[in-house]
């Protein structure tokens, strides 16, 4: 190994990643973690990490000006008996030893070159190597995340209109920015069909005759904290997904840093849709979904139907495959 490239939002306290990249660093290998500084709760323990890192010799960032990292990110560069190549992580959750055992996150492991060359770039924006303002795979706010979610939504519309399969699946913390709400009930109104799981706040009001009557939205309380970021776009038959650190939020578009990637391979997309999004979308044991008039209903099962957890089935599911 050569080169880790890291960013920690939440680092958390007793942080063993911490530990780990002090000892990377003593065994030469060239570290750099951005660290954001403004991580609401967490500033005291991100302040002490940032201390000791930059005592270990590592490359600290302490952020953006009037931008707060939000992204979560790691890139690996190895030397290997071919040469040296890329490796890179994706995640909807903070690397976190205490989060991660109670919220449900997603990560993406990659060694696309596409992807890879854009994190890269991310990283120079972020150590101030680069100004890049467009990427090619990534959706990174604040410099293209909103116009590129507008764009797919956009496509959705057209494919509605032409006859095509449109569908969205949204999965995530909150959606609460104007702007992206309208064009969601612009897709409704157009014929796209429109699922929401929303953890949090959602100022969207779903079932409103001929304005969202498209669009369900349902948020799932359950053993775990939900926390990944999916969303799923038809797309008339080709799917596209995406998963990162971005809610649908004003401060998410604008003023962090944010990563949406692409899901680029076919069988990974299959499983997200049918194996996590449609469990959840099932879900008669701990969903709440969202009235028209901003009340949550619970959701239960059908008369002699056992209801379904999501989460313990999605549980059960994971450790069947793992014994497999």
Not at 151 to 176: D, F, Q, T, W, Y
Not at 185 to 202: E, F, H, K, N, P
Request: charged letters at 25%.
């Amino acid at each position: 190994m050569i080169t880790i490239k890291i960013t920690l939002y939440r680092i958390g306290p007793n942080s063993p990643l911490v530990d780990l990249l002090i000892q990377a660093a003593e065994l030469g290998k060239q570290v750099a973690v951005v660290v954001e500084l403004k991580a609401r709760f967490d500033e005291r323990n991100n302040i002490a990490w940032a201390t000791r890192l930059e005592e270990a010799g590592i490359h600290v960032v302490y952020g953006l000006m009037n931008l707060k990292v939000h992204a979560k990110l790691c890139l690996v560069v190895r030397r290997e008996g071919d040469g040296i190549h890329r490796y890179a992580h994706v995640a909807t959750g903070n690397y976190n030893r205490v989060t991660s055992q109670i919220y449900t996150d997603l990560g993406i492991f990659t060694a696309d070159e596409g992807i890879l060359d854009d994190i890269t770039e991310v990283f120079n924006s972020l150590t101030g190597y680069s100004n890049r303002r467009s990427y090619n795979s990534l959706l990174v706010a604040p410099v293209g995340l909103r116009q590129g979610l507008r764009a797919l939504v956009e496509r959705e519309i057209e494919h509605a209109k032409a006859g095509r399969p449109a569908r969205m699946i949204v999965k995530n913390n909150a959606v609460a920015d104007h702007g992206i709400i309208k064009i969601l009930y612009r897709a409704s109104q157009a014929g796209v069909q429109l699922d929401m799981i929303v953890r949090g706040v959602c100022c969207l009001r779903p079932g409103i005759p001929g304005i969202s009557d498209r669009i369900q939205v349902r948020s799932i309380v359950g053993q775990f904290l939900e926390h990944s970021r999916i969303y799923y776009f038809e797309n008339g038959g080709t799917p596209e997904v995406y998963i990162g650190s971005a809610d649908l939020m004003e401060r998410n578009l604008d003023r962090r840093v944010e990563v949406l990637c692409p899901v680029t391979d076919p069988a990974m997309r299959q499983l997200l849709r049918d194996a996590v999004l449609e469990v959840l979308l099932s879900d008669t044991d701990r969903a709440w979904t969202l009235q028209t008039d901003g009340t949550y209903l619970r959701s239960t099962a059908p008369a002699g139907v056992p209801p379904l957890n999501s989460q313990k089935f999605l549980l059960e599911w994971y450790a069947s495959q793992h014994e497999a």
